[in-house]
């Protein structure tokens, strides 16, 4: 019995200090993250000041409608009768329309609702179901309105990748992780909630 | 009245062209509603709560804890199939394969990149209760707890056997693709284990809880989708193929798994070398017996590691100088780096015309030096780990070619203490271990 214990000890004994060494490593790694760990988790934001609109969003993500959708911060939005992120550019509207056709209309999946309020506003909102995330409205409000439309990653939908595939794709690096608590980058007014 | 907000819109319009694509803001004033309309809020829906990710981490140990129990106490190939299952089922399809020890490698590598990335904590435990649990219990985490192991464990039908010089040389591909991993992610610059999974589009192809968004399957990832496939039509002659060959994390685990305190053996009892359990593994991990060297030649073996050292070192060095020379084309995985490339190009009129990553920059409107010098930034970084990176290939060479020289005496059949998954198969192939499980169930009169 004390004959294989002898032709084992050296090599036992190497293995036993690499395991040493390998406790050490392991606990080392933990208490140096430790002091680079947040307590809170992350998710995928896009940032509506880089966003340009490049229609990425609406075909790189995992999920087919994409998780990004158009929102829109009602606080900013001028409640145009002609607005541009509703009608397409050059759009010349009749005297007497109310809601215009499909064709008529800049959304290819007519996603955005419109509605007289009072005078000459009109409420435009987003059906979220219909929207698929591609960016032609907030083109359209970005460049002739307020920008009140803008395209954030729904956290209802979004699958919290751990690497988003929108955010390789797109050329403005506007993807960014945020703290799940703050889970929204939202333009105007909202951003204070 | 409408021709009225027509004027006005083509006013708006010709001030837009003359002022460029200026950040939008209040082009229109602001409605003052008198009917008593109010604005409806933006709807903002929260994300998963941070609850369901201390269930994930529970998970995580209860199952870590339960493969190493069945793998090393209780040697129960079936506990560890069902535990498979059950991890496929929670980690993969539920959670659609995005909680997940494997690509943690990357967070933790940017969180001490130094980029100022702080690693949910979460996601640190996915990366080291897995490390730990092998330090005591050997490769477990394999063989019941990763999902994408589990998948390839499932769909083994006939294994067929490797040629050793392949297996080996395979099986340095890991080592490398781990640097590349950590240059990528410690650098900021992709997570390249995650955008290169071959499973996680199989696991999302699954609508199960997930009614309002079921993947398309020829969405955006068909090409991934086709990989993965690919990997486990291979997977049904080539036992695991990713985790033997590819799995950066496996390549963590390996190391760690060579000194863990205990291990999965074929038979607690003593191995009559009969080699039935070589056959079972469908791995290629279990090592022959190898009898005993003559001892004339331990002279010989100790010139031959010297020389093998000295080369080792000369890899080493030959690698570090590689990556610093593969710096430029390493860092324009970074994003900033590209798009500081395209802005020169354009700047300096060598290209013409416009692109998405060029266009985003100039909406910034903010002038190119400022690009230029954290694009100077990025590639400093690279200039420091891609030569490390270089290195770590050339250690990961140097070391098989020491370790193939280095001869080792087994007097039993063992499982290898690197490549054992501890999946269990070989416990019903050992004949021993077949009689005493039949002394154990007579003895106590169960099943």
């Known amino acids: ?193 | 009245m409408n021709r009225h907000a027509t004027a006005a819109a083509v006013l708006a319009i010709l001030a837009a062209l003359l002022a460029g694509a200026a950040p939008a803001v209040e082009r229109f004033a602001l409605p003052q509603f008198k009917s008593g309309y109010v604005r409806p809020a933006t709807e903002v829906p929260a994300p998963r709560a941070d609850l369901y990710d201390w269930l994930d981490v529970s998970a995580l140990a209860a199952a870590l804890a339960a493969a190493s129990y069945l793998a090393i106490r209780a040697r129960s190939r079936r506990g560890l199939w069902w535990l498979a299952v059950m991890s496929l089922a929670y980690f993969g399809f539920w959670r659609g394969g995005c909680a997940c020890a494997v690509g943690a490698t990357q967070n933790v590598a940017l969180a001490l990149g130094g980029g100022g990335y702080a690693v949910p904590a979460a996601v640190a435990l996915f990366f080291i209760l897995p490390l730990a649990a092998t330090l005591f219990f050997g490769r477990t985490f394999c063989a019941g707890v990763c999902p994408l192991g589990a998948l390839q464990e499932l769909v083994v039908v006939r294994p067929l056997r490797v040629p050793a010089w392949l297996e080996h040389s395979l099986g340095l591909l890991a080592y490398i693709y781990l640097g590349a991993a950590v240059l990528f992610a410690a650098t900021g610059s992709a997570f390249v284990i995650c955008e290169y999974d071959p499973f996680v589009s199989i696991f999302r192809l699954a609508p199960l809880g997930r009614p309002a968004s079921t993947m398309n399957a020829l969405g955006g990832s068909t090409g991934m989708l086709v990989l993965g496939a690919a990997f486990l039509a291979a997977g049904l002659f080539i036992g695991r193929p990713y985790c033997r060959w590819l799995c950066p994390y496996g390549a963590i685990l390996r190391l760690l798994g060579r000194v863990s305190r205990w291990r999965v053996t074929i038979t607690p009892e003593e191995c009559i070398k009969c080699r039935l359990c070589e056959d079972a593994c469908p791995f290629g991990a279990i090592r022959r017996p190898t009898g005993d060297w003559p001892r004339g030649e331990r002279l010989i073996e100790r010139r031959r590691l010297a020389v093998l050292l000295v080369i080792a070192a000369a890899l080493l060095a030959a690698g570090a100088g590689l990556g610093w020379r593969l710096v430029g084309p390493m860092s324009r995985m970074h994003h900033t780096v590209r798009q500081a490339d395209r802005v020169r190009l354009e700047e300096t009129g060598q290209v013409e015309g416009t692109v998405d990553l060029s266009d985003a920059f100039y909406a910034t409107h903010r002038p190119p030096a400022e690009l230029y010098a954290e694009a100077a930034a990025v590639e400093a970084s690279f200039a420091r780990a891609s030569p490390l990176f270089g290195a770590w290939v050339g250690l990961v060479l140097g070391a098989k070619l020491i370790q193939l020289s280095v001869r080792r005496t087994r007097t039993d059949y063992e499982p290898d203490r690197a490549a054992c998954v501890s999946c269990g198969r070989c416990f019903a192939y050992c004949p021993i271990e077949r009689e005493r499980w039949k002394k154990a169930s007579g003895g106590t009169n169960a099943s």
């Open chain 1, 1 to 193: 019995m004390s004959e294989p214990k002898k032709q084992l000890s050296r090599r036992e004994m190497l293995r036993r200090g690499a395991l040493g060494a390998g406790l050490a490593g392991v606990a080392g790694t933990a208490a140096v993250l430790a002091a680079r760990t947040a307590r809170s988790g992350t998710v995928w934001q896009l940032d509506p000041e880089k966003c340009i609109q490049c229609g990425n969003c609406a075909v790189n993500c995992v999920l087919d409608p994409s998780a990004v959708r158009v929102v829109h911060a009602f606080a900013l939005c001028g409640y145009c009768d002609l607005c541009f992120g509703y009608f397409p550019p050059g759009f010349e509207p009749d005297d007497e329309f109310e809601t215009p056709g499909a064709e008529s209309q800049l959304c290819p999946t007519g996603a955005i609702l419109r509605r007289w309020t009072e005078g000459p506003h009109f409420e435009y909102t987003i059906d979220e179901a219909l929207c698929i995330g591609c960016g032609k409205c907030v083109k359209g409000c970005g460049a002739f309105g307020n920008g009140s439309l803008f395209l954030q990653v729904r956290h209802n939908r979004c699958l919290n990748c751990n690497e988003c595939s929108i955010a390789a794709a797109c050329p403005a690096g506007a993807y960014r992780r945020v703290p799940a608590d703050h889970p929204y980058l939202l333009k105007g007014e909202d951003q204070k909630a």
